[in-house]
């Protein structure tokens, strides 16, 4: 392979794995199915596995040895990222720039209002529901409310009724 392969090589590597995420990130990531598999199901062991991704090298994105609470944000981050990937979502554009960073001639791009779709009512009115509707509406924002805390805490969502 001579100097021109190894220079593409870097570069379509930079493409794929921007350094906006950490090592930890990408190993995560590349084992994922395997980690879950090994789990079956329970928690992960999160002291046990830090020191493991000490002794491979595996950073933040500081380049410091992950913590704890970083190793399981960062956990969070690959299965949202699993997840996006598998429903075949795209990925969110990039924000260019922090309001305070735009230029002082930015202007947001226009609308055409006979364009834009009509609005759609997103809430049925109070009054217009029964007791039984508001008690279904409650109970499911409930198991989705249990489920985002599962994820956040690495334990399966799946597995919450």
Known sequence: MDAKDKILQRMLKDVSRPDNRSALF????ENHDGIIAAAAGRGLRWH?????FETL???????KTPTLR?????????????ARLRSGEKAAA????????????WRPVEV??????????????????????????????ILRLRKKLAER?????????
């Open 70 to 82: 970083n190793a399981r944000e960062t956990w969070a981050q690959v299965r949202r990222e699993i």
């Open 26 to 29: 990408w190993w995560l990531l």
């Open 48 to 52: 046990t596995l830090c020191a493991h």
């Open 112 to 141: 055409d209002p006979e364009a834009a779709p009509p609005p759609v009512a997103l809430r049925v009115g109070v009054d217009d529901e029964t007791d039984e509707q508001r008690s279904r509406r409650g109970q499911a924002s």
């Open 94 to 105: 990039p924000i260019p720039a922090h309001p305070s960073r735009l230029p002082a001639t």
């Open 57 to 63: 090298g595996l950073t933040d994105t500081t380049g």
């Open 153 to 161: 805490s690495g334990r399966n969502p799946d597995d919450i009724t």
